[in-house]
Structure formats: C-alpha cells, structure tokens
C-alpha cells in the first residue's frame, strides 16, 4: 500500500470519527423557554429588584461561531406598584446581538473549549404595554448580562439580567405619571427601565458540517 492510499485511509477514518464525535455536538441554534422575575424603574418605583413580579417568555438563537450570536426573545410580565395594586401588562420583544467570553461547542480537537460563558448583549426592540386603556408600543434598547451552562450536546442552561430602556415614559398606564417631573421628553432620565431577572432552559438543533480536519490541522 504506497503512501497516498494511507493518507486517503486515514483521512476517511479521521472523517468518520469526526461525524460520530463532533458532529453530534455542534449546532447552529437553540430555541428554550424562561421564567423569573419582573420589575420596572419608573416615577412609580425607583429602587431595584422592588415589587418584582413573575415574568416567562422564549428565546431563539442563531450562532455565527462558538462566540458571536444573534438572538430574539419574547417576556411578557405584569408589573406593579402602590403597594402591589396598580401595575400594567406587558410584552417585550428583542433583537440582540451577543458576546460570549468563552468558547462551548464541545469538541476533542479543542482544547479551549468550556462548560460555561458569561455573556453580553444589546440590540433594539419593542414593547407593548396600556395606556390609558390604549394598546401602546414603544421602541426598546435591550442591553444585559448572562450566564450559559453547557448541560450536555443538547442542553443548556442561562441565568440572565436583561434591562430594556423604553423611548417613554408612559410605562405606568396613567397620566398623572407621565413625565411628572416635566423633563423634556427626549431626556433618558425621563423614561422607564424595564428589568427582567430570568432562568431559561434552551436546546441544541440544527447541526453543522464536520469540519475537523480543518480543526485537527491547526
């Protein structure tokens, strides 16, 4: 068997192994669900993690590579305040760019590879809230951090702080609270900050091609 017959036999071995091993626990996307809690920052509530209220939502997750993805996501919450009486419902939804710090696609050839990433994100967005028994929807800047667990080939866990800043500040529902300190309305310090505290279960689909000898021969 001469020298070129060994390198075409070695390299469908190399191939086939790759497709049993690294194939299996390489995607594309993830799709999960999430619940947690919700609270505002507003002119009715100015402090952290204050009248906090349950939250749920979705998440969809497309990755460029092991680091850089773009994400959509969807909460829907009930906030309140005034003693736990007076709140208003809502639904945000988000487009995102996102950073993660370590790399979590499993694969033998990598030795850099990890379990776990913290993460960073921000993009646009929208929510939908009443006011003044109105349906309204005002633009968002979604921005937060997180933290991904890799569970196994398919699973993940993600415990995340997300905040959504509304180009309003009619959050509230009621006039009586719109801009009642009678700051100019393209100020940020006149509009309201949506926060959301959640925990998410997401799942691995979409496979992508081998490409391990590429990897092996770096």
């Known amino acids: 068997m001469n020298l070129t017959a060994i390198r075409f036999f070695s390299a469908c071995i ?5 497709m049993n091993v690294s194939a299996q626990e390489r995607y594309r996307a993830e799709i999960g669900i999430a619940g947690g809690s919700a609270y505002y920052l507003g002119d009715a509530n100015s402090q952290l993690f204050k ?6 939502g979705a998440l969809l997750r497309y990755k460029l590579n092991p680091r850089i993805a773009f994400r959509a996501e969807w909460n829907k919450a009930k906030l309140v305040w005034t003693g736990n009486t007076v709140g208003n419902n809502v639904n945000a939804l988000d487009i995102c760019g996102e950073f993660n710090f370590f790399d979590l696609e499993k694969n033998e050839y990598k030795r850099e590879s990890r379990i776990f990433s913290p993460y960073i994100f921000a993009g646009i967005g929208v929510a939908n809230y009443s006011y003044i028994n109105n349906s309204t929807y005002t633009p968002t800047i979604p921005f937060g951090v997180g933290m991904k667990v890799r569970l196994n080939a398919h699973w993940n866990l993600n415990a995340q ?8 500040d009619k959050l509230e529902g009621i006039t009586l609270l719109n801009n009642p300190n009678n700051l100019n309305g393209t100020n940020f310090l006149n509009n309201d900050l949506l926060s959301t505290a959640t925990i998410a279960i997401s799942y691995n689909f979409w496979k992508k091609k081998c490409d391990c000898l590429r990897t092996a021969n770096k």
């Open 51 to 56: 009248n906090t209220t349950l939250t749920y």
């Open 161 to 168: 702080w997300s905040n959504r800043l509304l180009m309003s």
């Open 14 to 18: 190399l191939i086939t192994l790759c």
